[in-house]
């Protein structure tokens, strides 16, 4: 019944791929990767396979990644996602040498024909992505598979009760690794034995911030910059209507406002200007204005650091579940989220017990900013005190190697 609804519903999407390419708006070797045809030549090396479905996916295994790379140099990664933004900022990590293809569609012969092509020997599914068919055909080929990371709400659990584990393919993975106990739980409702469940630190609290860039460091007074990082459709009128707020008691203050999507950054600034606020491009100007907007995947991991106060998006609209706390939180910036956090309800419940976080209604955005703003390094301080960086993860990396297929 499964693969019958992953049929009904790829039909649409490979009108889709089709159409993007004869309106130019995506590349042809997209829509090549995405009906299961490479753009690449085969390795010569054995070939390990690794799906994300984004850029903030992949950049949170990045450690494990470079351990691959450093550990078992006689293997090859191939990197798939399904945004192709991702691909391009993926392409700028110099220090990890990968194969970047888009990802392909879950329709059996052209996941056979993938499969087909570059003969992973290994296969990393990453986070919350369920593909029955990919699945199936990796069983089918016997090759070793985990799901790393992974997250799987009660909500989504309740939904997928109907089919059941072995339906969606979970079954083949060896290991499921749990990015915390809830998921862990979930998944053993599906059906999941519970030895093949394994919850570990969230991969995402592994991360190493790189430094910002010494022009813009230059450019913004950290004391009087506030970062909306990750934001989405519906958040940004309700952040500049607060920042406005927040500039008639300093009018000293800046705004760097990313979105999730960087193709919203037209109609982001001309929300900006409908207020009569002073907007421009990350980058583009010597001196910040009041309203600064990052047009590219990518440079956000730069500009943590820039910020005293951070409000992490994804948290003011329904249907999100906010974004990953662990980022400003290793910059020492001060974090501030919406009430809709469910992808981080646990992290953020004991950030904010330990006043490591502030947790607002839309209503009280201004208020609550302002207030992180007053108490922002005793904030940060107190949330590197819950969630102080990790230790050492080889001993994890190594096994999870090992489960792979990797010895």
């Not at 329709?107 to 068919?133: A, D, M, S, T, Y």
């Not at 016997?142 to 909500?155: G, H, Q, T, V």
């Given at each position: 019944m499964i693969k019958l609804l992953t049929y009904v519903a790829t039909i649409p999407l490979l009108f889709w791929v089709v159409l993007q390419v004869l309106l130019r708006r995506g590349s042809l070797d997209t829509a090549k990767n995405r009906l299961g045809i490479s753009t690449e030549q085969t390795p010569d090396k054995p070939l390990i396979w690794l799906h994300a479905a984004s850029l903030g996916e992949l950049t949170s295994v990045k450690p494990f990644?470079?351990?691959?790379?450093?550990?078992?140099?006689?293997?090859?990664?191939?990197?798939?996602?399904?945004?192709?933004?991702?691909?391009?900022?993926?392409?700028?990590?110099?220090?990890?040498?990968?194969?970047?293809?888009?990802?392909?569609?879950?329709?059996?012969?052209?996941?056979?024909?993938?499969?087909?092509?570059?003969?992973?020997?290994?296969?990393?599914?990453?986070?919350?992505?369920?593909?029955?068919?990919?699945?199936?055909?990796?069983?089918?080929?016997?090759?070793?598979?985990?799901?790393?990371?992974?997250?799987?709400?009660?909500?989504s659990s309740e939904k997928l009760s109907v089919f059941g584990a072995r339906a969606m393919g979970l079954m083949h993975f060896r290991q499921i690794y749990a990015q915390d106990p809830r998921s862990a739980e979930n998944f053993e409702t599906l059906g999941v034995p519970r030895d093949c469940v394994r919850t570990i630190p969230n991969f995402k609290s592994l991360v190493s911030l790189p430094p910002p860039d010494p022009r813009m460091v230059a450019r913004y007074d950290r004391e009087n910059t506030l970062l909306a990082a990750s934001t989405h459709e519906g958040e940004e009128p309700l952040i500049l209507d607060a920042f406005q707020s927040l500039l008639s008691e300093n009018p000293n203050l800046r705004l760097i406002l990313v979105p999730r999507h960087p193709n919203r950054v037209p109609g982001i600034v001309r929300t900006a200007q409908q207020q009569n606020l002073e907007v421009g491009i990350y980058g583009e100007n010597p001196v910040p204005e009041q309203v600064t907007v990052v047009d590219s995947l990518g440079s956000l991991q730069r500009i943590y650091p820039l910020a005293k106060v951070t409000l992490v998006g994804g948290s003011l609209v329904p249907d999100i579940g906010g974004h990953t706390p662990y980022e400003p939180l290793r910059a020492g910036s001060a974090i501030v989220s919406g009430p809709f956090h469910s992808n981080f309800k646990q992290e953020y419940e004991v950030l904010a017990q330990s006043e490591g976080c502030i947790l607002a209604k839309e209503t009280e955005l201004a208020s609550a900013l302002t207030d992180a703003f007053t108490r922002g390094d005793d904030m940060a301080a107190n949330a590197q005190k819950v969630y102080p960086s990790a230790a050492d993860p080889t001993v994890l990396f190594n096994d999870i190697a090992q489960k792979v297929g990797l010895e």
């Open positions: 990644l470079l351990f691959l790379a450093r550990n078992f140099p006689e293997h090859v990664l191939l990197i798939t996602t399904n945004n192709p933004a991702a691909l391009t900022a993926a392409r700028g990590w110099a220090d990890l040498p990968t194969i970047l293809q888009s990802a392909p569609l879950d329709v059996p012969f052209i996941i056979n024909r993938f499969l087909k092509h570059w003969k992973p020997v290994g296969f990393i599914n990453i986070e919350g992505e369920i593909w029955p068919n990919r699945f199936a055909a990796l069983a089918k080929k016997n090759i070793p598979s985990i799901m790393l990371n992974a997250r799987l709400s009660e909500r």
